[in-house]
Every structure is written in structure tokens, then in C-alpha cells.
């Protein structure tokens, strides 16, 4: 998809150059995370790609395309841009900033209002509330999503974000860059994602460039650089080769198991039944098998015998996604003072639950395998 043959980049004939001699292929649909020190060229290798900085020498061509012979501003309408501040218009309201480059490529009234409209559900923003409001009106995270729905507003195949989550608290963050892995999963952009933090790094990409002084010092998977570093500058960076940190690549869906559900109208014997024959101590408690009431522990059911279980159920609180590492849970357990998490997809129904046993036992197995 993107191309790089012998790229170079110098700012001045006699310095050292900001980019040396890269090349580099990224694949259609792949997130590949530029990640490194400041300076190290990470941010001016990305804005190359939509020649907002001109390479030096070299190639880089997108579908077998030289970008020399594109248009810039044709170029730039094609390519999805996010930038940390978000960069939104202050001036304008949230429709209208989603729907510049639409307007700018011609295209009708309706179908930009339709595609906004689509967009700011896909951020879970309901237009209703937010199409009319202004940057102003909105919190940090809230402006973030806006910015990356503004990006996709012409459906552009790829994507160039630029430490789009670095000035958010990092609860905030997380949650971000869990709502992006799972609208990248439907939409299946080339992205190419500049951050200086390798932990969002390994937990956001499916390939990882670590770059120096201009150079690639290693390009691989998250698991390649996570269990075989290049050298001592990668293993720093990574803070070492610890098999927790394989806990940052490991997902809720790879471990969690499946909770079955029982009716609010079961009796404590019923339901203690149907947890001896399942492979959980919880079970999920609904309403004329539709509505979601909660749970009920194996505990909670020996402590109210001959009672029914709507009568002591407990509500489901914080959850997980599929896509949330296990490390992010484990810190959810932590901070909430639980050994359970239950694991919620798409609008909001429970898939399964982790719990503090079935992360010892995945990273127990994980040491015994590498």
C-alpha cells in the first residue's frame, strides 16, 4: 500500500538528515506505529507521505503510485489527517468541521449530512446531541473523536494520525484507543500512526517501525520486537524483555469464557446447577430473556438459598472489550477492587468475563512457551 525505496530527507546540506536511507512497506489494511525519540525522524517520515514535507531523494509511492506525480492538494484529499490538538475550526460547528473535505470534493448536501450522521455514531456521538454544537461545547476526548471522524469524512484509504491521543488523561486515552481498534476493525484503514510511547505502540499497531537518529533501527511485529529486540536501544525502550509486557499484546477475546445466562425467575438451586455444569462461578441475569438485570456470583447463591436470583443480583458495573490487553484489566481490577471483569461487545451486551486466575494462567503459559 505505502512505499518507501531510499528515502532521504535533509534540512540542511551539512546536517545530519532527518530521515536516511528509509525504506519501508506497509501493507493495505495494517496499523504501523512510528515510534521513537524526539527528533528521531518519526513525524517527518509520516508527512512525507502527503508531502507535507518533500522528500530529499528517494521514492515513496502509494498503490504502486509515485506521489511526485500526484497533485499535493489531490494527494492530501485522498489521505485521512489527525493531528493531537484535533486542529478543528473553532468557529464552526461539529457537522460542519466532519464535513470539509466532502465539500471540498463536491459532494452533494444530503450525502454529507448522511455521512456525518453516520460518522458521529460510529464515535458513539449521537448527532442529534452533537451536530450542531461547537469544539468549544465539547471535552478532550470528545473533540479527539470529532477529529478522526473529520479524517474518514471522505472515506480516504488511509490514514496519518500524529500523537492523536498524547494530550488526554490516560484513563481517556485508553478508552480511545480501545473505541479505534474497534472502528478499525469494521473499516480496515492503511494507517500509519507516529507516537513516543511504546506501550501505545504495542498495543495499537500490527507492525511497529523503532527509529534512531533517522534510521530504522528495527521493524517487526509487537510480538518480533516485544521477544527479540534489535539491540540495547530497543530493549530500553521497551524496558525489557519482561513476559508481562506480553500482557500489553494479549487481548480479553484470546482468554475470556463464556458466562452463561439464567432468568431473573431461577431459583438459588437452578442456578447453582447450571454453574457446577459450566466453566464460571458467575452467571448473567435477564428479564424475559431480553433485558440485562446483571450477575449473581457462586457466593452470592450459597448465602440466599431457596430464594430466587432477581431477588439479589448485582449490577454488571465497569466492563472490558474483546479488544481491551490484559494488562489494561488488570490495572481495571486494581483500581476497582475486583477479581472479575465481564467482557462487553458491541451495544453493550456481555460476550464472557476474565478473571485474576485466568490472567495468572495466561501469562504462566506464555512464560512456558517462549
Known amino acids: 500500500m505505502i512505499k518507501f525505496e531510499k528515502v532521504v530527507k535533509r534540512y540542511n546540506d551539512k546536517d545530519q538528515p532527518a530521515v536516511d536511507e ?6 493495505k489494511g ?14 517527518t517520515t509520516m508527512k512525507m507521505i502527503n508531502k507535507l514535507i518533500k522528500a530529499t531523494s528517494g521514492k515513496i509511492y502509494i498503490d504502486g503510485q509515485d506521489i511526485e506525480k500526484v497533485d499535493p492538494i489531490k494527494l492530501r484529499l485522498d489521505i485521512g489527517y489527525v493531528i493531537q490538538d484535533t486542529g478543528l475550526f473553532p468557529h464552526m460547528t461539529i457537522a460542519e468541521n466532519i464535513a470539509t473535505v466532502p465539500q471540498e470534493k463536491g459532494w452533494d448536501r444530503n450525502k454529507i449530512r448522511n455521512r ?16 450542531d454544537k461547537k469544539p468549544k461545547d465539547l471535552s478532550g476526548g470528545q473533540k479527539q473523536r470529532v477529529g478522526v471522524a473529520r479524517a474518514l469524512a471522505a472515506d480516504p484509504p488511509i490514514m ?7 494530550a488526554l488523561d490516560p484513563i481517556t486515552r485508553g478508552k480511545l484507543q480501545d473505541e479505534f481498534l474497534r472502528i478499525q476493525e469494521k473499516i480496515g484503514k492503511t494507517i500509519v500512526f507516529v507516537t513516543h510511547d511504546i506501550d501505545e505502540a504495542l498495543k495499537m499497531g500490527d507492525k511497529i517501525v523503532v527509529m534512531r537518529d533517522g534510521k530504522v533501527v528495527q521493524f517487526g511485529s509487537p510480538t518480533e520486537i516485544l521477544s527479540e529486540p534489535a539491540d540495547d536501544f530497543v530493549s530500553e525502550l521497551i524496558g525489557g524483555n519482561s513476559n508481562l509486557k506480553m500482557m500489553k499484546l494479549m487481548k480479553c477475546k484470546d482468554i475470556m469464557r463464556e458466562i452463561p445466562y439464567v432468568e431473573a425467575t431461577t431459583t438459588t438451586e437452578q442456578a447453582l446447577k447450571v454453574i457446577k ?3 464460571v462461578n458467575n452467571l448473567l441475569v435477564t428479564e424475559h430473556g431480553q433485558k440485562l438485570l ?7 447463591l450459597y448465602r440466599n438459598e431457596n430464594k430466587i436470583v432477581g431477588d439479589f443480583v448485582r449490577p454488571i458495573g465497569e466492563t472490558a472489550t474483546p479488544k481491551t490487553t490484559l494488562q489494561d484489566v488488570l490495572s481495571d481490577m486494581f483500581a476497582l477492587g475486583r477479581k472479575t471483569i465481564f467482557v462487553s461487545g458491541m451495544k ?10 485466568d490472567l495468572l494462567k495466561a501469562v504462566r503459559d506464555d512464560d512456558q512457551t517462549s
Open 22 to 27: 528509509l525504506d519501508l512497506h506497509i501493507g
Open 30 to 43: 495494517e496499523i504501523c506505529m512510528l515510534v521513537g525519540p524526539s527528533g528521531c525522524g518519526k513525524t
Open 116 to 131: 456525518v450522521d453516520e460518522l458521529l455514531e460510529l464515535m458513539d456521538l449521537d448527532p442529534e446531541n452533537f451536530r
Open 160 to 166: 496519518l494520525m500524529d500523537e492523536p491521543f498524547g
Open 277 to 279: 455444569e459450566s466453566d
Open 294 to 300: 446483571g450477575y449473581v456470583s457462586i457466593g452470592m
Open 348 to 357: 453493550g451486551r456481555v460476550d464472557g468475563i476474565v478473571t485474576m486466575d
